[in-house]
């Protein structure tokens, strides 16, 4: 019988229930895969905060084809790749003096500003962005059901290219939308900004 002739045809084997990715997953900052857990990183408080509608991770390749005389463009062999550019997106639901801060990159935290009394801590914005203001390491962190292990997709030296916007609302809750950008690092900058860590699955 011809393969066509089947009435349904699937990709499903019996290994594709281990390969799903579940559920929202969290962001976490500086997460180390060889010695945090998901407690370590809520105890440390490196969690980035709650979240809604989850976060999408974007890898984009940027290069261009070779322009040589004779031979179509888009020749395989002559597309020079440049550089990565890779984001983490999410919506952050709480509205802390650190998010807000995030939020903006060029800012500083000031508990001792005279204007503000005792009880607030003023977010600044600053005129320049400066090496501190980067993210050394920002993590999503997810399930696979096949492992009791996480899958983890880290971008490096990231800050939020977004701007700011609240728009607080009755019956709702304001939210910060973040979309946080990796930068390759003077040091390395052979080496793309971001990995992923695929657990290995359970053999069963």
Same mark, same amino acid.
């Given at each position: 019988?011809s393969l066509?002739?089947h009435?349904?045809?699937?990709?499903?084997?019996?290994?594709?229930k281990?390969?799903?990715?579940?559920g929202?997953?969290?962001?976490?900052?500086?997460?180390?895969p060889?010695?945090?857990?998901?407690?370590?990183?809520?105890?440390?408080?490196?969690i980035?905060g709650?979240?809604s509608?989850?976060?999408?991770f974007?890898?984009?390749k940027?290069?261009?084809?070779?322009?040589? %005389?004779?031979?179509?463009e888009?020749?395989a062999?002559?597309?020079?790749? %440049?550089?990565?550019?890779?984001?983490?997106?999410?919506?952050?639901?709480?509205i802390?003096?650190e998010?807000?801060k995030?939020?903006?990159a060029?800012a500083?935290?000031d508990?001792?500003?005279s204007?503000a009394?005792?009880d607030?801590?003023?977010?600044?914005?600053?005129?320049?962005?400066?090496?501190? %203001?980067?993210i050394?390491s920002?993590s999503?962190i997810g399930?696979?059901?096949g492992?009791e292990k996480? /899958?983890? /997709?880290? /971008?490096?030296?990231?800050?939020?290219t977004?701007d700011l916007?609240?728009?607080?609302? %009755?019956g709702?809750e304001?939210s910060?939308?973040?979309?946080?950008t990796a930068?390759?690092s003077?040091?390395?900058p052979?080496?793309?900004?971001?990995?992923?860590?695929?657990p290995? /699955?359970?053999?069963?």
């Amino acid at each position: 019988m011809s393969l066509f002739n089947h009435k349904r045809m699937t990709g499903q084997t019996s290994e594709t229930k281990a390969h799903l990715l579940l559920g929202a997953g969290i962001l976490v900052k500086d997460y180390n895969p060889a010695t945090d857990t998901y407690e370590t990183a809520r105890t440390s408080q490196k969690i980035l905060g709650a979240t809604s509608g989850g976060s999408t991770f974007t890898a984009t390749k940027n290069g261009h084809y070779l322009s040589i %005389d004779g031979v179509p463009e888009n020749t395989a062999g002559n597309w020079i790749l %440049d550089n990565w550019t890779s984001t983490l997106q999410t919506t952050v639901q709480e509205i802390t003096a650190e998010n807000l801060k995030m939020s903006l990159a060029a800012a500083k935290l000031d508990t001792s500003d005279s204007t503000a009394g005792k009880d607030y801590t003023v977010i600044a914005p600053k005129a320049v962005l400066e090496d501190e %203001d980067y993210i050394d390491s920002l993590s999503y962190i997810g399930r696979i059901s096949g492992s009791e292990k996480p /899958i983890i /997709i880290t /971008i490096f030296h990231a800050f939020n290219t977004a701007d700011l916007s609240l728009n607080p609302k %009755d019956g709702e809750e304001g939210s910060l939308a973040l979309t946080l950008t990796a930068h390759y690092s003077l040091d390395d900058p052979d080496t793309p900004p971001f990995k992923i860590y695929y657990p290995k /699955i359970s053999e069963e």
